[in-house]
């Protein structure tokens, strides 16, 4: 009796300072596995990974810049990819655009669009109007699709984001209508534009073509790939610059304009920062917090030839709960433990985050002799890479967060142009970088080469005893309960349910990345598991999700792919597009 009192008592007394700290818990604020990380170099990428998006459970596909790649494809070079994780090996993909600083978002019958680009001809067309389709295959036959006769941007985009809205098609904000270091006032593209074009536009008056966004003539220069989340309550949280806002794109209305990042510091190329919306848990009431980590403090007027690529870049975490009560609380601010621009923010399915890649000092670009600033390494505009990479555990206290704890650091830079993505299995995949105007052979003597290596990171939690399970349904509707049969580590006691989407990872802007627990019940006999799907659109946007079951110390299964809503194409208006045909160009055609 006493024994058993006193365990109680300890364990009361251990759980109670985490559930005041477990705010944004993820999966739960208990200790999270021991054990050794490591980092293997493995496998090129045939084109340089500027963006990165997991397809499937075994490939990811890859786009990069119209450059002299070793990958041929079709009597042409080639800059886009299928690679496959597991082996390493890659195909190439028959990009016809060029898709230098596009965007890309899965749409809600899985198929991938790709959007926005380049005016720069080697081979090829301009990418500036272009939609690239690609929808995810297992026999390796998939490619591309193209065809700007019917489907096509109405304005010219280069470095736009997008996010899949919770009807399942997307939306797409912001870019030049032509390049330059930063945008400004002469080549802003401030607008934004539904794809699949439908019924809303009209009724708004933009039926079929892009619609204006004051927030992106507010937030000149620095507001290329601006931050954009899908909220639980149908909203969009978007930053740039030094702004933010919460955005209703069904009524067209800016809802509210947030307080700006602290301490000066722009988050948006050419001041990239990372960013995140923290797991949303039933614990947390599925409440939305948002977090933006590095950036600059660089004037988005200052002569961009009096910009120097030892400039520290800024060091700050900013967070910020997104409901009344957490906006009139403003950001919190937290330090990492180095300053890093151009890093990338990696949801893991443990609830923790991953600060990766980036560098210490300058600015997102490059320049050729002659368009360079002052400490310009070759073409970089960036110095000091960020080699050691940080976990964040959002749920506990502030001042413990950052670690960076038995984590082996790289030894390749991984800054302009570069990505990082979460694996199926639980790996964090690194890949690209390139601050050149074109391909460097590896072997040259640039600092800073055109990158086509491959790395991973194993977590701890990879050489643990891990879960697994099988019965995922190929499709989950909203609310739909189905059972996973599960084979769990021996002794395991807290089990899990995590629906991730990796997103679509470009200049650090990780379009669409999503962390969602769901409700789920363990049987007694610990063989199955009874989960609910996703409550609601606005909480998980139709389309592809990675399904992790998680134990013990965050030991996450291998994540199986399935996908949310019904698995239908979006919603579309013949009449918008009828509209759009009718007062829009094939801009490859002139
Ligand atoms: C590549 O795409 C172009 C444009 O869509 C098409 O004309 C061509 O046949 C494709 N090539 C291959 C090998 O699929
Ligand atoms: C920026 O600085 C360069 C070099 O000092 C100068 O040639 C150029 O005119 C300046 N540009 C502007 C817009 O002031
Ligand atoms: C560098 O590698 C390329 C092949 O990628 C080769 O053609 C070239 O000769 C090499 N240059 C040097 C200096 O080794
Ligand atoms: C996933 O990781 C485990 C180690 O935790 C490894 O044994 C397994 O082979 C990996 N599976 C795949 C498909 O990579
Ligand atoms: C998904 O929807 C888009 C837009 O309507 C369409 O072009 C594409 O072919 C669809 N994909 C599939 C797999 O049905
Ligand atoms: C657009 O519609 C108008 C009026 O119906 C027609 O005269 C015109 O030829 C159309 N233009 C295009 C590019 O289809």
Same mark, same amino acid.
């Given at each position: 009796?006493?024994?058993?009192?006193?365990?109680?008592?300890?364990?009361?007394?251990?759980?109670?300072?985490?559930?005041?700290?477990?705010?944004?818990?993820?999966?739960?604020?208990?200790?999270?596995?021991?054990?050794?990380?490591?980092?293997?170099?493995?496998?090129?990428?045939?084109?340089?990974?500027?963006?990165?998006?997991?397809?499937?459970?075994?490939?990811?596909?890859?786009?990069?810049?119209?450059?002299?790649?070793?990958?041929?494809?079709?009597?042409?070079?080639?800059?886009?990819?299928?690679?496959?994780?597991?082996?390493?090996?890659?195909?190439?993909?028959?990009?016809?655009?060029?898709?230098?600083?596009?965007?890309?978002?899965?749409?809600?019958?899985?198929?991938?669009?790709?959007?926005?680009?380049?005016?720069?001809?080697?081979?090829?067309?301009?990418?500036?109007?272009?939609?690239?389709?690609?929808?995810?295959?297992?026999?390796?036959?998939?490619?591309?699709?193209?065809?700007?006769?019917?489907?096509?941007?109405?304005?010219?985009?280069?470095?736009?984001?997008?996010?899949?809205?919770?009807?399942?098609?997307?939306? %797409?904000? =912001? !870019? @030049?209508? #032509?390049?330059?270091?930063? $945008?400004?006032?002469? +080549?802003?593209?401030? &607008?934004?534009?539904?794809?699949?074009?439908?019924?809303?536009?009209?009724?708004?008056?933009?039926?079929?073509?892009?619609?204006?966004?004051?927030?992106?003539?507010?937030?000149?220069?620095?507001?290329?790939?601006?931050?954009?989340?899908?909220?639980?309550?149908?909203?969009?949280?978007?930053?740039?610059?030094?702004?933010?806002?919460?955005?209703?794109?069904?009524?067209?209305?800016?809802?509210?304009?947030?307080?700006?990042?602290?301490?000066?510091?722009?988050?948006?190329?050419?001041?990239?920062?990372?960013?995140?919306?923290?797991?949303?848990?039933?614990?947390?009431?599925?409440?939305?917090?948002?977090? %933006?980590? =590095? !950036? @600059?403090? #660089?004037?988005?007027?200052? $002569?961009?030839?009096? +910009?120097?690529?030892? &400039?520290?870049?800024?060091?700050?975490?900013?967070?910020?709960?997104?409901?009344?009560?957490?906006?009139?609380?403003?950001?919190?601010?937290?330090?990492?433990?180095?300053?890093?621009?151009?890093?990338?923010?990696?949801?893991?399915?443990?609830?923790?985050?991953?600060?990766?890649?980036?560098?210490?000092?300058?600015?997102?670009?490059?320049?050729?002799?002659?368009?360079?600033?002052?400490?310009?390494?070759?073409?970089?505009?960036?110095?000091?890479?960020?080699?050691?990479?940080?976990?964040?555990?959002?749920?506990?206290?502030?001042?413990?967060?950052?670690?960076?704890?038995?984590?082996?650091?790289?030894? %390749?830079?991984?800054?302009?142009?570069?990505?990082?993505?979460?694996?199926?299995?639980?790996?964090?995949?690194?890949?690209?970088?390139?601050?050149?105007?074109?391909?460097?052979?590896?072997?040259?003597?640039?600092?800073?080469?055109?990158?086509?290596?491959?790395?991973?990171?194993?977590?701890?939690?990879?050489?643990?005893?891990?879960?697994?399970?099988?019965?995922?349904?190929?499709?989950?509707?909203?609310?739909?309960?189905?059972?996973?049969?599960?084979?769990?580590?021996?002794?395991?006691?807290?089990?899990?349910?995590?629906?991730?989407?990796?997103?679509?990872?470009?200049?650090?802007?990780?379009?669409?990345?999503?962390?969602?627990?769901?409700?789920?019940?363990?049987?007694?006999?610990?063989?199955?598991?009874?989960?609910?799907?996703?409550?609601?659109?606005?909480?998980?946007?139709?389309?592809?999700?990675?399904?992790?079951?998680?134990?013990?110390?965050?030991?996450?299964?291998?994540?199986?792919?399935?996908?949310?809503?019904?698995?239908?194409?979006?919603?579309?208006?013949?009449?918008?597009?009828?509209?759009?045909?009718?007062?829009?160009?094939?801009?490859?055609?002139?």
């Amino acid at each position: 009796m006493y024994r058993i009192c006193l365990r109680a008592l300890i364990t009361l007394l251990l759980l109670v300072p985490l559930a005041l700290a477990s705010d944004h818990g993820g999966v739960s604020s208990r200790a999270f596995v021991d054990g050794p990380w490591s980092l293997v170099q493995q496998g090129t990428t045939g084109v340089s990974a500027m963006q990165l998006v997991v397809v499937s459970e075994t490939s990811a596909v890859i786009f990069d810049k119209v450059e002299h790649n070793p990958l041929m494809v079709d009597g042409h070079i080639a800059w886009g990819a299928e690679l496959n994780i597991n082996t390493q090996t890659v195909r190439a993909l028959n990009l016809t655009s060029n898709s230098w600083c596009a965007t890309g978002s899965f749409i809600g019958n899985g198929t991938l669009v790709s959007t926005g680009g380049n005016p720069i001809i080697i081979t090829g067309t301009s990418g500036l109007q272009a939609v690239r389709l690609f929808t995810p295959c297992s026999d390796e036959m998939c490619d591309i699709l193209e065809d700007p006769t019917r489907i096509r941007l109405t304005s010219p985009r280069w470095y736009p984001s997008s996010a899949r809205i919770s009807d399942g098609s997307m939306i %797409i904000i =912001g !870019g @030049s209508m #032509i390049g330059g270091f930063a $945008n400004s006032a002469s +080549i802003n593209n401030p &607008t934004l534009r539904v794809l699949p074009s439908k019924e809303y536009q009209r009724n708004l008056g933009f039926n079929g073509l892009q619609i204006p966004m004051q927030f992106l003539q507010d937030t000149l220069n620095a507001n290329h790939f601006p931050i954009v989340k899908q909220l639980p309550d149908d909203t969009l949280f978007i930053a740039a610059n030094q702004q933010a806002m919460i955005f209703d794109w069904k009524t067209n209305t800016e809802v509210l304009r947030l307080p700006d990042i602290p301490n000066g510091v722009r988050v948006t190329s050419p001041f990239s920062a990372g960013s995140v919306l923290l797991p949303l848990t039933p614990e947390n009431n599925y409440t939305p917090e948002v977090m %933006i980590c =590095g !950036g @600059s403090t #660089i004037s988005d007027t200052q $002569n961009v030839s009096t +910009i120097s690529a030892e &400039t520290p870049a800024s060091a700050q975490c900013s967070r910020m709960v997104l409901t009344a009560e957490g906006i009139a609380a403003g950001w919190s601010v937290e330090t990492m433990p180095v300053p890093r621009i151009m890093t990338d923010l990696i949801l893991l399915p443990d609830g923790r985050i991953m600060i990766v890649n980036g560098a210490q000092t300058g600015v997102a670009g490059y320049g050729a002799p002659g368009a360079e600033i002052i400490d310009a390494v070759e073409d970089s505009f960036a110095d000091n890479p960020a080699f050691t990479p940080v976990i964040y555990d959002p749920s506990v206290a502030a001042g413990s967060r950052f670690s960076s704890d038995g984590i082996p650091a790289s030894t %390749i830079a991984r800054m302009y142009h570069s990505t990082a993505t979460l694996t199926p299995n639980g790996t964090i995949m690194l890949a690209g970088s390139n601050p050149n105007m074109d391909f460097t052979e590896m072997n040259s003597t640039i600092k800073y080469p055109t990158e086509y290596r491959l790395e991973f990171y194993s977590p701890p939690y990879m050489s643990q005893p891990r879960p697994s399970y099988t019965g995922l349904p190929a499709i989950v509707d909203y609310g739909s309960v189905f059972r996973l049969s599960i084979t769990l580590p021996s002794n395991a006691k807290d089990v899990s349910v995590v629906l991730m989407d990796f997103g679509f990872a470009t200049h650090g802007v990780h379009m669409d990345q999503r962390s969602v627990k769901l409700v789920s019940e363990l049987a007694l006999d610990k063989k199955s598991l009874t989960v609910t799907g996703p409550p609601t659109s606005a909480l998980y946007s139709p389309g592809p999700a990675f399904l992790f079951v998680v134990t013990d110390g965050g030991v996450p299964s291998f994540g199986h792919r399935t996908i949310i809503g019904t698995g239908a194409s979006p919603p579309v208006n013949e009449g918008a597009i009828a509209n759009m045909l009718n007062k829009t160009s094939d801009p490859s055609a002139e």
